[in-house]
Each structure stands twice: as structure tokens, then as C-alpha cells.
């Protein structure tokens, strides 16, 4: 069994930090893809940011220059450095990943999602 559980949400002003974590654990072989989703109410849920187990990065234009995600391969961690942060980026957060399982053919990743994490943004 495999676990995603994100910390580090919480309420914060415009113009504040938030530092979140997604910490991956279970009977994990590798981890190839992780991303950042977030859902806001009403709103489809739609990627923040992602990174490969080689470090690119990619980043939703909205959060360019103002959010940086990271991951740490020996402590199968993510995390996502939001900085300057807005009222529109109130959301739940969660993580996801693509990863391959201990046992299991590595031609076969499988996806696995956080429980999410709440972000809101005073004005």
C-alpha cells in the first residue's frame, strides 16, 4: 500500500509564504513524476506545478516566478515553496504522483493522490 500525505496548508495574508510537503511512503521502487494540483471551490482541479525524478520542472503560468517545487529522491519528499501569495490561490492542494511499486512490473507505473491540503489566502 502506498501513502501521499501532504502538510504544511494553512491560512496566511496576501503577500505571505506557505512551504508545503508531500511525503510519499508504502512499498515504493522508484517514484518518477510528482506534481502540485490544486482545486478551488466550483473550479476544476488543474496543475500547479510538476517535477520529473530528474529535477525538470514545469509550472503553471500563474504561479511562475512566485512558487518553486522541489523534491528530495532519498526521502521520497516533495514539496512547494509558494511565495507572494494571492486570494485566488485559495484551493485544496494536492499532490500526485507516478510511481513504481515493489514486486511490480516497472513497465507499469501507477498514480497515487494526496488527501489534500487547504491553502486559503486573506486579503
Known amino acids: 500500500q502506498v501513502q501521499l500525505v501532504e502538510s504544511g496548508g494553512g491560512l496566511v495574508q496576501a503577500g505571505g509564504s506557505l512551504r508545503l510537503s508531500c511525503a510519499a511512503s508504502?512499498?515504493?521502487?522508484?517514484?518518477?513524476?510528482m506534481g502540485w494540483y490544486r482545486q478551488a471551490p466550483g473550479k476544476q482541479r488543474e496543475l500547479v506545478a510538476s517535477?520529473?525524478?530528474?529535477?525538470?520542472?514545469n509550472y503553471a503560468g500563474y504561479v511562475k516566478g512566485r512558487f518553486a517545487i522541489a523534491r528530495d529522491n532519498a526521502k521520497n519528499t516533495m514539496y512547494l515553496q509558494m511565495n507572494s501569495l494571492k486570494p485566488e490561490d485559495t484551493a485544496v492542494y494536492y499532490c500526485?504522483?507516478?510511481?513504481?511499486?515493489?514486486?511490480?512490473?516497472?513497465?507499469?507505473?501507477?498514480?497515487?493522490w494526496g488527501q489534500g491540503t487547504q491553502v486559503t489566502v486573506s486579503s
Open positions: 508504502g512499498s515504493i521502487f522508484s517514484i518518477n513524476a
Open positions: 517535477i520529473t525524478s530528474g529535477g525538470t520542472t
Open positions: 500526485n504522483a507516478d510511481l513504481n511499486l515493489v514486486g511490480a512490473p516497472k513497465s507499469i507505473p501507477y498514480n497515487y
